[in-house]
């Protein structure tokens, strides 16, 4: 007897190759929707501040949404510039002064491990002389490696590198809209819900929605308090750029793995360029060393929680996987976006438990 579906089930597996197609299209446009990921990111931390604001009244009056948005906007964009402001001049005072003080660095690490090595049996030699060299030719007597790197992705990907603007501008335009219509827009969203799956889903994006506010509060807390904390032992250890390197790390923790090694890259070239030894190095070990211990086993268990309950190889998985389906944006929304995938695999996990596919024997 051939197998017939009923029209339910025809109509639910229509609806299910409909969900399917539409999730494939999202993993190919990847590229395209970044302004739209990274907007809808941004409304959904600020859309609570945008109420509150609506909420003042003084007198009679009230604020209205339009203003509210645009101040917040207005906001942001001053925090990234102040974040570029920051990292630009520590890049362009530390390229010119990185090509001379790294063949120094080669002479001192020489005279420290050669004479060890030596004791061993092994005969190593750095050619100080032939990396400055090097990076003479390299740097091409000019020393704003910034402007070279902008006016060479100009002249190679120029189209590229307009889209990126062009991204970059969009955000902003995308941000102003859904904060203006965030809550009607949720009202459509949830109407397309069927209605038998109302009151469920309505629980799991509760539960979502508080295991995501606990993980921003959290995190946004880590940030501050690491970035104190390596401004401070860094100006303890009397590095130069202690307070700018110290932010920069302490901020782009949120980026898990890569905000580190950006702020251990930065130190230990600051540790170059200023120390003439190798305590420079020492000292950002240290720093560095204990600040991840500080992160990993105190700050980010007791601020940020055990809410979200993933393991350090689902998380590995989750930065590799949405990395590679949407780039860097995938890497930033890796965390949050695993928090929501767990909360749908534990009601599947529970609705397998309790089906009679399960229990019957």
């Known amino acids: 007897m051939p197998f017939s579906f009923s029209p339910e089930q025809k109509q639910s597996l229509l609806w299910i190759l409909v969900g399917a197609a539409f999730l494939l299209l999202l993993s190919l446009l990847g590229p395209v929707l970044m302004p739209f990921i990274v907007a809808a990111i941004l409304a959904y931390v600020l859309n609570p501040w945008v109420d509150k604001l609506c909420a003042l009244r003084y007198k009679n009056l009230r604020l209205p949404r339009t203003v509210a948005a645009t101040l917040l906007i207005i906001f942001v964009i001053a925090a990234a510039l102040a974040m570029v402001l920051i990292i630009v001049p520590i890049l362009q005072k530390e390229a010119p002064q990185l090509q001379e003080q790294i063949p120094r660095f080669f002479d001192k690490f020489d005279q420290v491990i050669s004479p060890f090595l030596a004791h061993y049996g092994f005969t190593i030699r750095l050619d ?29 990907g120029g189209t590229a590198l307009l889209g990126l603007l062009a991204n970059l501008l969009l955000i ?34 509760n539960e979502v929605d508080d295991i995501l506010a606990q993980y921003l509060r959290g995190q946004i807390l880590v940030m501050i308090v690491l970035a104190a904390y390596y401004a401070i032992a860094l100006s303890i250890a009397r590095f130069d750029l202690a ?26 070239i600051g540790a170059v360029l200023q120390f003439n030894d190798l305590s420079g190095l020492i000292y950002v070990g240290i720093i560095y060393g204990f600040g991840q211990f500080l992160e990993s086993f105190i700050l980010t268990p007791r601020l940020v929680g055990e809410r979200i309950g993933l393991h350090p190889l689902t998380v590995i ?3 590799m996987a949405f990395g590679q389906l949407f780039g860097f944006i995938g890497i930033l929304v890796a965390l949050p976006a695993s928090a929501i995938i767990s909360v749908a695999v534990k009601h599947i996990r529970s609705s397998y438990l309790n089906s009679p596919f399960y229990r019957q024997p």
């Open 172 to 205: 902003p335009i995308v941000l102003f809209y859904l904060l203006l219509d965030w809550h009607a827009l949720i009202h459509r969203i949830a109407h397309f819900i069927p209605r038998r799956w109302v009151h469920g889903a309505n629980n799991a994006v």
């Open 243 to 268: 307070l700018p390197v110290g932010i920069i790390t302490g901020f782009l923790v949120f980026i898990p793995y890569l905000g580190y090694g950006i702020g251990l890259a930065l130190a230990l």
């Open 128 to 156: 100080s002389t032939g990396i400055k060299a090097l990076l003479t030719e390299q740097m091409a007597g000019s020393g704003d490696v910034i402007g070279k790197a902008v006016l060479s992705s100009i002249r190679v």
């Open 317 to 319: 998985f989750a930065l």
